[in-house]
């Protein structure tokens, strides 16, 4: 029905009137206010609310809170206190590992060489490598179709440096191409193999089908949960072309999930315009793993982020203490001489114990021993041997000898690495050293101003190239003259010596030591082997009692235990009579 002026007229009349009226409204309410208040009354509100953004940013039981606008994207986060006592080992490199670790570098400001990142292949990405098969050719199994509001992607790359144009982010290349290239496809759908099916830009969806469509937008996600697409939709839906664009965009099936659907509706409402041609997508220059990976992980290894390639991760297991996750056992003494550190552990099969950031040769950590409590409860009884055991006497060692290490410097200055080494401006690489060394320094093309060391230890230095090409690299230092002594533990008039030489042995309180230590294992010179019916209870490095018709009371230290189960559980233990001092 056409609107003639009279009701143009109307309307303006009823909004008017509906404004006096509102005016109305409020001066009788201030009017009432007015009177309650010379009557002395006071008059409480039915609820205690309280319109406030106070509080907006504290985190929920997830320990996020959601922020709006661009306010928080460009501001520098406040750097975590003991951040540099902190790791990180990431399972993955695919896409979210990588920014992962990004935001960890940038964003918590986390050392680089604390962020561990464990990759199964052979090459970063995840979905997004870029493998060159000779048998299949150039393969990538996956990409990502992006838009404008991919906020956290966004916010990344502005960060992560061009590798090609320098001085811009991945984000400014990026945009800069989408808006000189932006993109469009001209035939969204063929048919007959290869003839344009002329979707022509129409969804061509019915009125219910459009219903269709806003009632699942509206409907709670709990009432979807064991609901299909197929439950919600009918033909006048399955029969558009709206449903072609969308699955073909989404990779839909009629079967999949109704609440999935949904969720995609309201994630990418926006883009409803742009379906039909693809305008809505915005294309990196290359493939993503050129584009995306890459450009992350050259900036990760200029960080010194560890990655670990071909290294596949079948099981996490933590230490609990006090409630706690536990990884690391901090000595928070100096170690002048000598220092027992004492942590109980849970059962495991495996310890591996590394100690880092040592600064000089000589300012090492050497580990005496590892002691596994002091006897097992626990006798070799009769009954639980199988066979008698088998008394091997040891041949007789007169001498056990340790080196003790010192290193000094006043070495002539020397090429330590003289190689010719294709290198992109921005790699970083770490080379490693057969010897002790001091006082590096790199040069390429015949100049320091071409690398950069970034890092250097005793036996490794890592470098950061400057420019881009192929030249000669060296690296120029001293390597320390090592000067050994021995600590020599005599136990035998004759036999044989042993030496037992360890370059971590420093000083020669150490080595005296060890030479101790050692001299009792072999002065033990009796060794037992015998089959038992498998108890699993001991194990390796245990000290337990072994019933001895001739010796009572025979302490051994058990350095073997194999169990084995067919039908029963039997094993073989090899074991090593405590020297008695």
Request: net charge negative.
């Amino acid at each position: 029905m056409k609107k003639g002026r009279g009701d143009q007229d109307m309307n303006k009349k009823a909004w008017k009137a509906g404004a006096v009226s509102a005016l109305a409204v409020g001066a009788g309410l201030a009017a009432a206010a007015s009177k309650r208040k010379k009557a002395g009354k006071v008059v409480k509100s039915a609820s205690d609310y309280r319109n406030t953004e106070r509080g907006s940013q504290e985190k929920n039981s997830k320990g996020i809170y959601y922020s709006k606008g661009n306010y928080e994207a460009f501001a520098r986060p406040e750097k975590p206190a003991g951040i540099e006592g902190k790791s990180a080992y990431i399972v993955g490199s695919g896409l979210a590992s990588l920014a992962a670790a990004c935001f960890l570098v940038r964003d918590a400001q986390m050392p680089g060489e604390n962020i561990h990142i464990l990759e199964a292949m052979e090459v970063a990405g995840g979905a997004c490598d870029g493998i060159q098969d000779p048998t299949r050719g150039y393969v990538m199994r996956g990409g990502r179709e992006m838009e404008d509001h991919f906020e956290c992607l966004w916010d990344l790359f502005r960060s992560i440096p061009s590798l090609e144009v320098p001085g811009a982010s991945v984000l400014d290349e990026y945009y800069w191409l989408n808006k000189h290239d932006p993109n469009y496809s001209l035939c969204r759908a063929t048919v007959n193999r290869g003839e344009d099916a002329h979707t022509d830009g129409k969804f061509r969806l019915s009125q219910k089908g459009s219903m269709e469509i806003m009632k699942l937008f509206m409907t709670k996600d709990e009432d979807l949960y064991d609901k299909t697409i197929e439950d919600v939709f009918d033909d006048e839906v399955f029969d558009s072309t709206f449903w072609l664009y969308w699955r073909t965009m989404f990779a839909f099936e009629n079967w999949h999930s109704a609440l999935e659907m949904k969720l995609y509706f309201q994630r990418f409402i926006h883009h409803i315009s742009g379906l039909p041609d693809f305008s809505a997508l915005k294309f990196t220059k290359y493939n993503q793993y050129e584009s995306l990976i890459l450009p992350m992980k050259k900036y990760l290894e200029a960080a010194g982020v560890d990655f670990q390639f071909n290294t596949e991760v079948t099981n996490v297991i933590f230490d609990i203490n006090d409630g706690k996750k536990v990884d690391e056992y901090e000595v928070n003494s100096d170690i002048t001489k000598r220092l027992i550190v004492q942590n109980d552990f849970d059962d495991f099969d495996l310890m591996e114990i590394e100690f880092t950031k040592t600064k000089e040769p000589f300012n090492r950590i050497v580990v005496d021993y590892f002691s596994f409590g002091d006897i097992t409860d626990f006798t070799m009884e009769r009954q639980d041997m199988t066979s008698s055991p088998k008394s091997i006497k040891q041949e007789l060692v007169k001498a056990v000898r340790v080196p003790c290490y010192s290193y000094q410097k006043g070495t002539a200055e020397e090429t330590l690495i003289s190689e010719e080494t294709e290198a992109t401006k921005g790699d970083v690489q770490t080379y490693y050293l057969g010897d002790p060394t001091y006082d590096c320094r790199a040069t390429f093309n015949g100049s320091a101003s071409n690398v950069s060391i970034i890092e250097r230890g005793d036996y490794y230095v890592m470098v950061k190239f400057l420019i881009t090409g192929k030249y000669q690299f060296e690296i120029i230092g001293h390597r320390y003259n090592i000067v050994e002594q021995y600590a020599t533990k005599t136990l035998n008039s004759r036999g044989k010596t042993i030496t037992w030489k360890n370059p971590l042995v420093s000083d020669m309180e150490t080595a005296n030591h060890l030479a101790d230590w050692l001299g009792d294992y072999y002065n033990a010179g009796i060794e037992y082997e015998y089959n038992t019916r498998g108890n699993p209870e001991i194990d390796a490095n245990d000290i337990v009692y072994q019933e001895n018709a001739y010796r009572p009371g025979l302490k051994v230290n058990i350095y073997r235990h194999v169990v084995n189960f067919s039908q029963s559980l039997s094993g073989k233990v090899i074991a090593r009579r405590v020297s008695e001092k």
